[in-house]
Structures are given as structure tokens and as C-alpha cells.
């Protein structure tokens, strides 16, 4: 059976950081782009370092293909657990189990997926040059935060947070406040955690201290 499409691409797990994203009931969603007629998309994981084709007659997990799109393609994953490391091999087949898009593979570390929020302040608002800001996480990594327009980055003072507390408070002292000539870019705070999670609040215009 020739070739007919190809599998351009894997965007998740994430390539750059060879992560991939579990929720709290277990699941992972592989996706990624393809090209051409790849016929019915096959999803497996397997331990790291397993070679294809063994990866797909003794899989650790198959995955399930969530509707028809190719541009892009999603597969989902279910049972899995943070910190775990596998290979996704993904691969095309006809309606006969004929090959007609060879497969790829991506091996990766799976890390939680977590909500960091943002209580104050809220985007498109005005702060002092002084001021706390705060908010809530559902996981136990410490957060930190920081501020900054392109031209002026400035990193907060974490004064209570996880693993001790949900609710953070992050205190920023002296950022540079707005000026139409010197300093006319709005701020963006940036609130991560350890586990690289992160939350933003756009558009902040800082103001002098009362």
C-alpha cells in the first residue's frame, strides 16, 4: 500500500520541553498537524526507548482518536500519572491495517496540570509603585511573580503561598511608574509556579504612591 500522507508534526507533548499536560482524572491529549490522506490515526505510549513496530503490538496505553480532523489531529489518553515518562508513537493505517503514513514518536515526562489564578490585580487596571498583589493555586509549587513592560522587569516578593497556604500574596516595591514619554508601555504580571504554570494580568498602568 503506497504512502499517501505524512505526519508533519507533534505539538503535544510539547517539544521544547519533552512535557506533556495530565489533569487530575488521569487524561493526556496528544495532538499535532498532518498532511495528505493519512487514513485511520493510530495512538500508543510506551516505556522510553521503545522502537516501533514493537510499541504498537505491546502498547502501555492506546489512545483514542477524537474526531476526523488531521489539521490537527487529537488523540486522547486516559489512566496516566504525573511524573511518568513514555514514548507516544503516532502512525496512519487504511481501513485494512495498511501503513499509508509512517510513523512518529515523541518521548516525554508528564507533569500536572494546575491553575494558578489572579484575584488582584485585574487586567486593564491601575496599581501604585508600591502594592501586593494576590490570588489562589490549587497545587502545592511555589509561586513567584513579576512585572514587566518590555522596557522595566521587576520580580516580586513571594510572602506567603504554597505548599503552606492556596492563597499567595507576591509584594512589588518601586516598579517605574507610567510616563507618556519615558514609560508609556502598560505592565504584564506574571505569576509561575515551580511547575510551570503561569497566569497573567495585562495591561497594568502603574501609578505614584498616595
Known amino acids: ?21 495530565v489533569d487530575g482524572s488521569g487524561e493526556f491529549l496528544a495532538e499535532g498537524f498532518a498532511d495528505g490522506d493519512v487514513g485511520f490515526l493510530h495512538g500508543v505510549l510506551a516505556k522510553p ?13 492506546k489512545g483514542q482518536r477524537l474526531g476526523s480532523n488531521d489539521r490537527p489531529w487529537s488523540i486522547n489518553f486516559s489512566g496516566l500519572r504525573e511524573g511518568d515518562s513514555y514514548v507516544l508513537w503516532v502512525w496512519g493505517t487504511d481501513a485494512k491495517g495498511n501503513k ?22 485585574q487586567p486593564d487596571t491601575h496599581v501604585t509603585s ?29 510572602l506567603q503561598g504554597p505548599p503552606a497556604s492556596q492563597t499567595w500574596y507576591i509584594q512589588f516595591t518601586g516598579v ?28 497594568l498602568t502603574v501609578d505614584k504612591n498616595p
Open 1 to 21: 500500500m503506497p504512502i499517501t500522507g505524512v505526519i508533519k508534526s507533534i505539538t503535544s507533548p510539547d517539544p521544547k520541553t519533552c512535557t506533556g499536560s
Open 100 to 121: 499509508v503514513a509512517e510513523e512518529v514518536s515523541a518521548t516525554f515526562k508528564l507533569v500536572g496540570h494546575h491553575l494558578i489564578g489572579i484575584t488582584s490585580p
Open 176 to 203: 517605574a511608574v507610567y510616563d507618556r514619554t519615558n514609560n508609556p508601555n502598560p505592565y504584564t504580571l506574571t505569576v509561575t509556579d515551580t511547575n510551570g504554570s503561569a497566569k497573567y494580568a495585562t495591561g
Open 130 to 158: 508600591n502594592f501586593t498583589a494576590r490570588g489562589s493555586s490549587d497545587a502545592t509549587y511555589p509561586v513567584s511573580g513579576t512585572m514587566s513592560n518590555g522596557q522595566f522587569s521587576y520580580n516580586g516578593t513571594t
Open 49 to 61: 526507548g521503545t522502537k516501533f513496530p514493537e510499541a504498537s503490538k505491546n502498547p502501555l496505553f
